[in-house]
């Protein structure tokens, strides 16, 4: 893959990471997150701003 393919993909994981991460936190207050055992889980968060800072 030429450096031309590799960069396309960056804008897409810059912003799909944080709309994850941001989608766990608003899962962890809702009711409905509240009940879902994966959605309290701080690994989620974690998982999510380390594959944030890879793509940087």
Do not use: T, W
Not at 25 to 33: A, C, F, H, V
């Amino acid at each position: 893959m030429n450096n031309h393919q590799e960069s396309s993909f960056h804008p897409i994981g810059d912003f799909l990471n944080p709309a994850l991460a941001l989608l766990g936190l608003g899962l962890r207050k809702s009711p409905i997150g509240q009940k879902l055992s994966f959605a309290n889980h701080p690994y989620l968060c974690k998982v999510l701003l380390k594959n944030n800072e890879k793509l940087i």
